[in-house]
């Protein structure tokens, strides 16, 4: 039987954890594991790129920008992280069609080499003070292309997982493979923290932030070289089923976009903002905070493997509607009793992370992407993901800045917390597709 919570027990070796659906898992007589770490890799470049450029506008924005106003060049290179995750849709569309016509490796390869190609840019712009309105121009230009890039990453990243994952392990490796985009953050905090120690925050400011976009690109290269030694998925390649239209995946896309608002804000409050969080209310340094982060994340990729076994054990949108009602109901509080003063600030991002954010992310790739059909799967489930992550995710360091420089503080806690509850409605319009098991090796 099945409950609201999802399944009474856990399903058997090649179905799906969720009211006895069939899996449509193309693993089984391999491990994946090379599968696994070629889309784990990626998760740590694009966590690092995407991470480093928000913890570091507040340093290199003085430069980039023209003016005289610190806040408004703040808030205006906060502009440039939204607008890079605004064009993500448009990317998951035109790479979700290449990855369902052409494969997930090849894909993977166009998305990491732009990526990587960006970062390299990026550290080497021109200042506003030597191009004048060209180097905000570039700035935005190039974080656009990574953006349209990184629309088509993850989408394919997640249907590569759902398709080489090991029957009954699927759950895990969706959390594993989530785990590189903690990885790339714990990267991130640790690079800034060592900037800001080493360079001092003046020192940063004046071009020690370029370093952090190098590091990124040399990442990039090294994900790069690991995909291209991977296997192409063998569902994929032995699928030949016509392809369905998109209009007959709208539910699940609508499901899909809701529940990615509860898990792309609680993600992107819990391990990007809320450093700059914690020092607005005044209760800690940004250095201190930068790398006060690193340990609570290596938490936080603990407990998303407890989750991906949990998941594959009870069910995975059992253990996902656990993670967003958690989200919903703790957020505030823990995050009053951090401004009051009452919690540190490691302990409150530690609840917040393990109950929270950890039993929601780790999930969010395979139970997004195995509901939909081979030939469309990257394409119906990185649009509804992609827009969901623009409006709410990407947008929300600039929110909860001006929030913050409007006196509002308080209310960022709230935004997030209505966030997840939304994204709990999603999980009750979601409807796992059927389809048959099949067991496909990969192709070597």
Known sequence: ??????????????????????????????????????????????????TIYAVLAPYFASRMFAGHDE??????????????????????????????????????????????????????????????????????????????????????????????????????HSALSYCGVII??????????????????????DGGWRIGFVVG???????????????????FRRDAAPRPRLRGQLRNMVAV?????????????????????AEQAGVSHAAANNLGMVPNLVLLMAAMAVAGVLADRFGAVRVFRIGLVLLAL????????????????????ALYLVLGVAPTISLANVLFAEVFPVRVRVVAMGVPFTLGVALFGGTFPLVAQGLGAAGLLDAVPWAAAGAAALGLVGTAVLSPARQPVTAVPNDE
């Open 1 to 50: 039987m099945t409950g609201w919570w999802g399944p009474r027990r856990a399903a058997p070796r090649g179905a799906v954890a969720e009211r006895g659906v069939p899996s449509t898992a193309g693993a089984g007589t391999t491990t994946g594991r090379r599968e696994l770490l070629a889309g784990t890799v990626g998760g740590v470049v694009e966590s690092f790129d995407w």
């Open 71 to 172: 806040v408004t060049k703040v808030l205006v290179a906060y502009a440039g992280f939204a607008i890079s995750f605004v064009v993500r849709p448009v990317g998951s569309y035109l790479l979700g069609r290449v990855a369902d016509a052409r494969g997930r490796r090849f894909a993977l390869m166009v998305s990491m080499g732009t990526i990587c190609a960006g970062s390299l840019v990026i550290a080497a712009l021109p200042t506003a003070a030597t191009a004048g309105l060209a180097a905000p121009a570039l700035l935005l230009l190039v974080r656009a292309v990574q953006g349209v890039a990184m629309g088509g990453e993850n989408p394919s990243v997640a249907a590569y997982v759902t398709e080489t994952a090991p029957a009954g392990r699927r759950f895990l």
């Open 184 to 205: 790339g953050n714990v990267l991130c905090f640790a690079v800034v923290g060592a900037l800001l120690l080493g360079f001092g925050e003046q020192g940063v400011v």
């Open 217 to 235: 690109a040399v990442l990039g290269l090294l994900a790069f070289w690991v995909r291209g030694t991977a296997a192409e998925s063998g569902e």
């Open 257 to 277: 976009f809701l529940m990615t608002t509860g898990t792309t804000v609680g993600y992107y409050f819990g391990t990007t903002y809320l450093p700059e969080f």
């Open 330 to 349: 703790v957020t505030v509080p823990v995050m009053t009793a951090l401004t009051a003063g009452r919690l540190p600030v490691w302990v409150a991002t």
